[in-house]
């Protein structure tokens, strides 16, 4: 089936610092989303890519949709002890009315203060 | 509210007895998710509704979960005979028709004893 590989699997960083995590996957996917996930709560999510080559941003996160339409990136600049969580990268694929998320297996961001 | 909810936030339940999950998606939302988290892992695609109808159940590990949506709202997700493998996070996202973006409920975890 279809699969994500989402890196690094955790990440741990000062506060102030950048980061970046990517998500690849040998098939094509229509939508890229971003979610983060704080202990005990469901997926918030971040930011959705639509368009091949999109770049959006939301506040001090930004996020890509390659252009190959296999890979995505999400990056946090200036991070605060908030930002602390995980984050799982999701690809939509599936006509309309049969849609599903398929999820990489996520990154855990601890920030240092 | 506003946002997805789920009952009950936890359940612990012996092996051997049959548990039922709730959902209430948010109010208008015509597109229906259950996903599995299992400890430090992704989420794994369960069932999928739209309105009542359940047009990929390709996610069911097996013939003891069943799911029903009732109403066009809220869905039962339905675990017969639990073992503990069936020990997890049970999440259930919405959607609007016209979007591909999922909201996520907090999630019931499920222990199985």
């Known amino acids: 089936g279809q699969q994500l590989n989402q890196s690094p699997q955790s990440m741990f960083i000062q506060e102030g610092e950048d980061v970046s995590m990517n998500c690849t996957s040998s098939?094509?996917?229509?939508?890229w989303l971003w979610y983060k996930q704080d202990p005990g709560e469901g997926p918030v999510l971040l930011i959705a890519?639509?368009?091949?080559?999109e770049l959006t941003s939301n506040g001090r996160l930004t996020a890509q949709f390659g252009i190959t339409r296999k890979d995505s990136f999400l990056n946090i600049s200036a991070s605060i002890p908030s930002d602390v969580g995980i984050y799982f990268c999701?690809?939509?694929?599936?006509?309309?009315?049969?849609?599903?998320?398929?999820f990489g297996q996520g990154t855990r961001l601890t920030i240092n203060p | 509210g506003a946002g997805v909810s789920q009952s009950p936030s936890n359940k612990v339940t012996e092996k051997g007895k049959d548990v039922e999950l709730r959902c209430d998606p948010i109010?208008?939302?015509?597109?229906l998710y259950w996903y599995r988290q299992s400890l430090g892992q992704g989420l794994e695609f369960l069932i999928y509704f739209q309105g009542n109808s359940a047009p990929d159940k390709s996610g069911l590990p097996s013939d003891r979960f069943s799911a029903e949506r009732t109403g066009g709202s809220v869905s039962t997700l339905t675990i017969q005979r639990t073992q503990q493998e069936d020990s997890a996070v049970y999440l259930c996202?919405?959607?609007?028709?016209?979007?591909?973006?999922?909201?996520f409920g907090p999630g019931t975890r499920l222990t199985v004893t």
């Open positions: 996202a919405s959607r609007k028709t016209v979007t591909y973006e999922q909201y």
């Open positions: 999701a690809g939509q694929t599936g006509i309309q009315g049969a849609q599903k998320l398929v």
């Open positions: 109010s208008g939302h015509t597109a």
């Open positions: 890519l639509y368009k091949a080559g």
């Open positions: 098939s094509i996917f229509n939508t």
